[in-house]
């Protein structure tokens, strides 16, 4: 008998043999390495999971696709969106420059018109707490997502969007969150406005003090030199030339300073970093407002309770009012004459307790005082978080209004080129460094001149000082005047068209959503074919069978067997028996199987072509040896044999173990001289009694005295035990596994038991492979000239 086939060292390369597990002529997909993962999810299994289920899932998916898409047109429910459009407030009075607008509307305030500072006054109006926002828990959530912002064609227009199933609640909600929106932007400008007028306000009331201290000047001045008072007769300057550069040098600088001045300010020019920084200012002028904190005081009766529960005081107490019943008791009944040890003991006991109940009491007195402070302490902190909670809500909100506008210029800030950028830094670097150099020269002239004429050019200059203050004050009072009259003018947004109540829904009919359902309705039955045949683990390729170390390599792959009807020279019935002659050469010329006479083909359950595949490799080596080869059907429980040769049934191997009559009597032999057939009789007792080990030894023996080779078909090994004593009395055993219905972990269970019980398990049979798919791995060498050895009725197969 032949070696067990080793699991971890296949066989190694020999002529006509295996190389690396592979049969001899084997052309298929690239090798899998052995520690691969054969539970991982392979993407073939979606073709196969097609191939086997699209005869059910399509109806199936058909009717889930229809329910599905059903279900999301009874629940529709039309979606009305109410529109209010708005636009950049760009009208001016007399200076544009003075009250800037958004540039990009639609960019800059749509993340405020959605922020919660605006929302949250739109969720506390309870008229509103209906339909869409009808849920306290989502109705913030929910405004979110239905309320939506976006441009209206230009930059200088926005479009506000609410969605609801309600059309005059969507376009009230829409107004409502609009007017918020609004109320809380006037609030801002309003602000805006009041810091600008304020610090504009504290720069007047600068320049009025210095223009009157620059007076008190020029009139000590004039007094020192002609001693009078302006208005008097001064000196003549000599150099009149001079003092005309002087002042007009002095009124150069006065005109850059003031041009700084603004930049720095940011009214009139384009510069948000200036603008934030007033903003900012507001910021640090909150003042928190006063909210009363007051500490509690230790409530007495609890401080009582606590020292009650103290088991100290709690045990002395009792012991205190024993003692001090007992005296009291012989007081009264003057017990006291006739027991005066025992009274004066009591009274001795009862201060002593006393005492300790007055020290117990200290100790929980203080333990409880102790407590209760921190009970006070918490609640006091508790009130001071509170407050400091409730300062810092007041200070966001406070801070909220003029973030709307600092993000406004950071949006025109992003907005501007860096070609505008660098024109800004670009004029600021001029002005500072020509007022630089003007100062330079204004100080040299006016040094000059105080070495020639000190009194005389001091009081011209102070004169010059007074002048240009005042002509600053002009300016700065003149901007003033413009910031507070283009304020007049109104919000920098402007409400063009309310909301209306929506004529027409969104969408008529959900045909996006009815597809969607529809797909996923159909991809279910799909997806649970898909989930079965994972978790079944078919076989659906030899590949499968090569990857894992548990099994016998493949040995053959038998194509799929032609239909009774196919013509004798039909491709399939070609290509059927030329995966059979593959077959027996793979047994002929590998070393494992080059002398074995007698083969058991075995496989998991019934129908995975075990039947056919002895009936064709049988006959395939009687046309190849041209001696006679003998088949015996040892699966007495649903024998087949007999039907595929159209042989009677009895008698047969039953009648032969039962030694009812000799094994020539039982042999058929109306084939012919190249195949005999032992069929399996009728079975009348039960077959684990009949088959055993040594009575197929014993029978292969006879068999051998006149048959070259032995071909056994046996029954179903997972079902039937009895196989597993013919497995292990022939000289080599294959594993029959059909493409597309044999488990791996039936074929796994399979081989163990047959290498348990001793049997030489060899290789394994791939049967039910199509036709097409033979030819496009193996090709079709097809020939001309092609005799049958056997009658037709000998090579009908019947699939099993």
Known sequence: MQQQYPRQQQPTGQPGGYLGGQPAGYIGGPTVAPGSDASSFDPWLIWVTFRRCWHWAVPAGLVLASIAAFAVLSTFEPQFQANYRLESNRDWLLDRGVMPSPEDLAKSEGPILTSPIVLSSVMANETLHQFSLADPETRE????????VRGGGTKSSMIVTYTDSNKEFSADVCNAV????????DEYD?????????YLSRQIDELKRRVEEQKEVVANYAREASGAAPGERVAEIESAESFQKIERLRNQISDLEFEL????????????SAQDRISGSAYAEFVPPYIPVKKGRIDDSRLEAIIAKDEDVRVASERFELHRKEVLKLEVGEGWRTAQDYFDQQKQKRDEWKEKLDEARNKASAAAVAILDAE?????????????????????????????????????AELMTEQEQKEIKERRDQLALKLSIVQKQYDDEADRLRRRDSSNVELEFAKTDLQQSRETLQRVTSRLDSIQLESQRGSSVISVAKATPPTRPVEDMPFKKMVLAGGAGFAVPFLIGLLWEFRVKRITDSHELERSMMLAPVVGELARAPSANGGRNSKGRRVFEESVDSLRANLALSKDTRDARSFAIVSSMSGEGKSTAVSQLAISLAKACGKTVLIIDADMRCPDQHDVFGLPLEPGLNEVLREVVDFDEAVNKELGDLVHVLPAGRLKASPHRLLSTSSMRELLDKAFEKYEYVIVDTAPVLSAGETLAVASAVDSTLVCVMRDLTRMDSVVRTTHRLEASGANVVGTIFSGVTHRQYSYRYGDYRYSDFTELVTSGSTATIEQ
């Open 178 to 185: 609009v007017a918020a929106y609004l109320q809380k932007r």
């Open 141 to 148: 959530q929910v405004l979110q997502q239905r309320l939506s």
């Open 376 to 412: 006070l302490e918490e609640e006091y902190q508790a009130q001071l978080k509170e407050r400091e909670a409730e300062i810092e809500r007041r200070r966001k909100e406070f801070a909220a209004l003029a973030e709307i506008k600092q993000r406004e210029f950071e949006n025109r």
């Open 261 to 272: 001045s603004m930049l720095d300010a940011g009214v009139g020019i384009r510069n948000p």
């Open 190 to 198: 309003n602000l805006r406005v009041s810091r600008l007028t304020q």
